[in-house]
């Protein structure tokens, strides 16, 4: 289980990992060169947000969607509130039925700028 929240983040892997005191630049930074994956969103994100594709965002850790979050706050990209669905049998499902959850659910939202949001 720590091997797979380290594949995620390692600042997920303990919270002393984590610089504390940096300028929210450098924290940003920081959060980018910790993972592969969130250096490949900083790249994609753009590209997709611009060729007006939507992206729907999830992971079986809730803890994830804060570094996610995070992330996503520093790089300016406008989202809306994650919607942390997690239904009693949540880790049960395939992940294209988890998708789907959490999709609807994001569909029948009734926030007025649901629709505006490219990234949810």
Same mark, same amino acid.
């Given at each position: 289980?720590?091997?797979?929240?380290?594949?995620?983040? %390692?600042?997920?892997?303990? *919270?002393?990992?984590?610089?504390? !005191?940096?300028? %929210?630049?450098?924290?940003? *930074?920081?959060?980018?060169? !910790? /993972?592969?994956?969130?250096?490949?969103?900083?790249?994609?994100?753009?590209?997709?947000?611009?060729? !007006?594709?939507?992206?729907?965002?999830?992971?079986?850790?809730?803890?994830?969607?804060?570094?996610?979050?995070?992330?996503?706050?520093?790089? !300016?990209?406008?989202?809306?509130?994650?919607?942390?669905?997690?239904?009693?049998?949540?880790?049960?499902?395939?992940?294209?039925?988890?998708?789907?959850?959490?999709?609807?659910?994001?569909?029948? /939202?009734? /926030? %007025?700028?649901?629709? /505006?949001?490219?990234?949810?």
């Amino acid at each position: 289980m720590q091997l797979r929240k380290c594949l995620q983040h %390692p600042y997920l892997y303990a *919270e002393d990992i984590e610089p504390r !005191g940096l300028l %929210p630049q450098e924290s940003h *930074e920081k959060l980018i060169d !910790g /993972s592969g994956k969130l250096r490949f969103l900083m790249t994609l994100l753009p590209k997709l947000k611009e060729r !007006g594709h939507r992206v729907l965002l999830f992971s079986q850790f809730v803890i994830a969607l804060d570094v996610i979050e995070d992330f996503l706050n520093g790089e !300016g990209l406008k989202q809306n509130a994650f919607p942390r669905y997690m239904p009693n049998n949540f880790m049960a499902r395939m992940a294209t039925q988890k998708a789907k959850i959490v999709k609807k659910a994001w569909m029948n /939202s009734t /926030s %007025p700028d649901r629709r /505006s949001s490219s990234i949810f």
